[in-house]
């Protein structure tokens, strides 16, 4: 088997991205709020899921993957409700994945695509195609090379481990692993749960960064990063556009975290305090056990901050004002 290395090329715009977000990371780290909030770290967790799976066009809302992965009764089709649980399932084993065995890469996509598709946790023995629409926009490499291909990019990581930025050496395999497509199905999903295994074994606190969220923001640009980097024949184009997202998300995630430093008053810790979880209370039990009087105090500086933070969700969310309103810790 030949020496392959992936072709691309470190440009000062990568530099400076790999500098900026390392800078970005030691401050979040060293503040060990994402640690020491778990509803900020599940929270986070359910975007990443929630957004990889709506990339590929489920529907369920953030609301009903919360839901879904709280055990909650969710109305919608089997199929969708399935792909959450088992993205949840793949995300929860997260810190046990040895992103540079292809043997863990069939594991787990064997746990991403379980029930849901034939050739689970095997690479594809069938052509396949990227489509938009009717439209194919892109031939994956005939399957009876798949084996080689993936062999060829895991024995690269593993050889380069040490002498390659876990930043660049993600965005790298991002981009290769989806142009040999190596599945019949679940490749974008499996793509970006690499990609995050890959830095969380750099830097722990990526486990709980979505970096999926962004992805799915800036979905166009997306796949036009991909469609680029067919045309240059590298994956320059892509790091540049993975770093650029991951420094933005690191960016609002600080923010967020500042914000809630802050703003996370005396009030709402005690409210929180008092809840236990997936247990819904009534307005007039939290005010009871808290020893408030007045509905509206108890609304402004405990329930409305609280549910902004999205700390505590409302069991009826169309419905503020129900009288069979209650509140949940998240
Ligand atoms: N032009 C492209 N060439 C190769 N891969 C692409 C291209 N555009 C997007 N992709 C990647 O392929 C993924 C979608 O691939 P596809 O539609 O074949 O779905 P899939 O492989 O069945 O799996 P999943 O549904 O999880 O993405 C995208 O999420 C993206 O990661």
Same mark, same amino acid.
């Given at each position: 088997?030949? #020496?392959? *290395? =992936?072709?691309?090329?470190?440009? @000062?715009? !990568?530099? &400076?991205?790999? $500098? +900026?977000?390392?800078?970005?990371?030691?401050?979040?780290?060293?503040?060990?709020?994402? #640690?020491? *909030? =778990?509803?900020?770290?599940?929270? @986070?967790? !359910?975007? &990443?899921?929630? $957004? +990889?799976?709506?990339?590929?066009?489920?529907?369920?809302?953030?609301?009903?993957?919360?839901?879904?992965?709280?055990?909650?009764?969710?109305?919608?089709?089997?199929?969708?409700?399935?792909?959450?649980?088992?993205?949840?399932?793949?995300?929860?084993?997260?810190?046990?994945?040895?992103?540079?065995?292809?043997?863990?890469?069939?594991?787990?996509?064997?746990?991403?695509?379980?029930?849901?598709?034939?050739?689970?946790?095997?690479?594809?023995?069938?052509?396949?195609?990227?489509?938009?629409?009717?439209?194919?926009?892109?031939?994956?490499?005939?399957?009876?090379?798949?084996?080689?291909?993936?062999?060829?990019?895991?024995?690269?990581?593993?050889?380069?481990?040490?002498?390659?930025?876990?930043?660049?050496?993600?965005?790298?395999?991002?981009?290769?692993?989806?142009?040999?497509?190596?599945?019949?199905?679940?490749?974008?999903?499996?793509?970006?749960?690499?990609?995050?295994?890959?830095?969380?074994?750099?830097?722990?606190?990526?486990?709980?960064?979505?970096?999926?969220?962004?992805?799915?923001?800036?979905?166009?640009?997306?796949?036009?990063?991909?469609?680029?980097?067919?045309?240059?024949?590298?994956?320059?184009?892509?790091?540049?556009?993975?770093?650029?997202?991951?420094?933005?998300?690191?960016?609002?995630?600080?923010?967020?975290?500042?914000?809630?430093?802050?703003?996370?008053?005396?009030?709402?810790?005690?409210?929180?305090?008092?809840?236990?979880?997936?247990?819904?209370?009534?307005?007039?039990?939290?005010?009871?056990?808290?020893?408030?009087?007045?509905?509206?105090?108890?609304?402004?500086?405990?329930?409305?901050?609280?549910?902004?933070?999205?700390?505590?969700?409302?069991?009826?969310?169309?419905?503020?004002?129900?009288?069979?309103?209650?509140?949940?810790?998240?």
């Amino acid at each position: 088997m030949g #020496e392959y *290395k =992936p072709p691309f090329t470190i440009t @000062n715009e !990568i530099l &400076s991205y790999v $500098s +900026s977000i390392s800078e970005k990371i030691g401050r979040i780290t060293a503040i060990r709020s994402l #640690e020491t *909030k =778990p509803h900020l770290r599940k929270n @986070n967790r !359910i975007k &990443s899921i929630h $957004s +990889s799976l709506k990339i590929e066009a489920n529907s369920l809302s953030l609301g009903q993957v919360r839901d879904v992965i709280n055990g909650r009764l969710v109305l919608g089709e089997q199929k969708e409700i399935q792909e959450v649980k088992n993205a949840y399932a793949a995300y929860e084993s997260l810190s046990e994945i040895n992103p540079y065995s292809i043997k863990d890469l069939k594991k787990f996509h064997g746990i991403m695509t379980k029930y849901l598709v034939e050739e689970c946790g095997e690479f594809r023995h069938g052509e396949e195609g990227v489509f938009n629409g009717d439209e194919c926009i892109f031939m994956a490499p005939p399957a009876q090379f798949v084996p080689q291909l993936m062999d060829e990019l895991f024995e690269w990581m593993k050889k380069s481990r040490n002498s390659v930025h876990p930043l660049i050496m993600s965005s790298v395999f991002h981009y290769e692993f989806v142009f040999i497509h190596p599945f019949a199905d679940g490749n974008g999903r499996m793509a970006r749960l690499w990609h995050t295994a890959i830095l969380s074994k750099w830097k722990p606190v990526f486990e709980y960064i979505p970096i999926e969220s962004q992805i799915e923001k800036f979905q166009d640009e997306y796949y036009d990063a991909i469609a680029r980097c067919h045309v240059s024949g590298e994956s320059t184009i892509f790091i540049e556009f993975m770093l650029s997202q991951i420094d933005r998300i690191l960016e609002d995630i600080s923010l967020q975290m500042n914000e809630e430093n802050e703003q996370f008053s005396e009030t709402v810790r005690k409210m929180l305090e008092i809840m236990e979880y997936d247990t819904p209370y009534t307005r007039k039990t939290l005010m009871e056990k808290l020893g408030l009087k007045s509905r509206d105090g108890f609304r402004r500086n405990y329930l409305q901050p609280a549910l902004e933070m999205n700390l505590i969700q409302m069991t009826l969310p169309d419905k503020p004002n129900s009288r069979n309103q209650r509140y949940m810790k998240v």
